[in-house]
């Protein structure tokens, strides 16, 4: 019977994927990343500085939950795709990083999903009230103006909204840094084991 059964040495690292399944790979790590250096780098500073004040935070607020869904999914699906063709017990270091790494991003963005940016949504849009009923809102520019720190001052209830909002901003941005900085190493990864251009 020796001889019969392939050592271990011989027996594939992992399984071959199509071209079908490299290029839904490709374009799943590429949108996703492509999307958020545009959104974080690029869309995000155009229009804090060019809008009012409660009409970028209401674009902000339309178009984020549907930032957060594409990201989680691509997110998944990269995951998903690269588990099939690795299975755990053939795993080398280095794809157990990279299977890391995407898990890394999934549970980032599905925070985002699912928690800090729809907290942060409605924190914002209980502001506005409060904004409006001072005559603000309408102020082009990214820096916070002095009657803003004015009615944080006076306001208990703005003050602790924004507080709020303060905390969860910063969690929903470290999550989408997160997810940036995973989905770089990853095309770096793949960069890596491209034979050729």
Known sequence: MEGHFPSQETLPTDMEPSNTVKLLHLVFLSTSWGMQIWVTFVAGFVMGSRLPHHTYSFIQRELFPYYFHISSTCAFLNLTLFAMYHPSELLSDEQTTQIIVFFTCVAASVLNTQWFGQVTSDITADMHVIERS????????????????????????????????????????????????????????????????
Do not use: D, M, W
Not at 147 to 170: F, G, K, V
């Open 134 to 197: 001072h005559g603000l809102g309408q102020e082009v520019g990214l820096f916070t103006s002095k009657s803003y720190r004015q009615l944080c001052a006076s306001n208990p209830s703005y003050r602790q909204l924004y507080s709020q909002l303060t905390l969860y901003h910063t969690l929903s941005s470290l999550c989408n840094l997160c997810c940036i900085a995973c989905n770089s190493l990853s095309l770096y990864y793949l960069a890596a084991h491209l034979p050729a251009l």
